[in-house]
């Protein structure tokens, strides 16, 4: 059973274009979503992440939205650059990040963006 | 600034034959992951280490063994090699500072392709 789904797959945005990968997740016990970044070669790095009191949370081009009721959240990419292709991998944890067994990774998405 | 040591980065193994990899942190984290990256599958937990001297099951476990060494050391350990192992593997560690302060840092991966 999949618990974070992840779509789509793959995506390919212009440069300066806004990219959007959603996931939704199916344990209602979720309380934290992170997002993680991963670069070819590379392990995954923390991108930005959101607690479930919060509906947006931004960071420099990066937003996350949370919408607690459609259990699905998104992370938005503004004025996409070429620098951001890697793949992105939403996840959610239990007890407030402190689950034991840590993180559960959607599928991923590879993104591309094209100068 | 070593964070989470790899060892090997690639392996060649034989069906059949046995390896360990190896992880080290260095930043005083009590908890310890390894997980398999597929094309199209994500991350996937194998085993995690909660705090030193305890080890439980993730998602797909079984073909493996850990040993949480010492506080530092997590390793994983392929008793007999199958294709189906084939995959990038990764260690990761988890600062934890409190409620919704997660992180996750993770090696750099081993590559590794059973014949």
């Known amino acids: 059973q999949q618990q974070v789904k992840q779509s789509p797959q793959s995506l390919i945005v212009q440069k300066g274009g806004i990219s959007i990968i959603n996931c939704a997740y199916e344990n209602t016990a979720f309380d934290y979503f992170p997002w993680y970044q991963q670069f070819p070669g590379k392990g995954p790095a923390l991108l930005i992440a959101i607690r479930p009191d919060v509906s947006e949370k931004k960071e420099g081009r990066f937003t996350i939205s949370f919408n607690k009721s459609a259990k699905q959240f998104s992370l938005h990419i503004m004025d996409s650059q070429p620098g951001d292709s890697a793949t992105y991998f939403c996840?959610?944890?239990?007890?407030?990040?402190?689950?034991?067994?840590?993180?559960?990774f959607g599928k991923g998405t590879h993104l591309i963006i094209q100068p | 600034n070593a964070g989470v040591t790899q060892t090997p980065k690639f392996q060649v193994l034989k069906t059949g034959q046995s390896m360990t990899l190896q992880c080290a942190q260095d930043m005083n984290h009590n908890s310890m992951y390894w997980y398999r990256q597929d094309p199209g599958m994500g991350l996937r937990l194998i085993y995690y280490?909660?705090?030193?001297?305890?080890?439980d099951k993730g998602e797909v476990p079984n073909g493996y063994n850990v040993s949480r060494l010492n506080k530092r050391e997590f390793s994983l350990r392929l008793e007999s090699a199958a294709p189906s192992q084939t995959s990038v593997y990764f260690c990761?560690?988890?600062?934890?500072?409190?409620?919704?302060?997660?992180?996750?840092?993770f090696g750099s991966g081993t590559q590794l392709s059973v014949l």
């Open positions: 990761a560690s988890r600062e934890l500072s409190g409620p919704f302060n997660e992180k996750l840092f």
């Open positions: 996840a959610a944890s239990l007890d407030s990040g402190g689950g034991a067994d840590g993180l559960t």
């Open positions: 280490s909660a705090s030193e001297g305890t080890t």
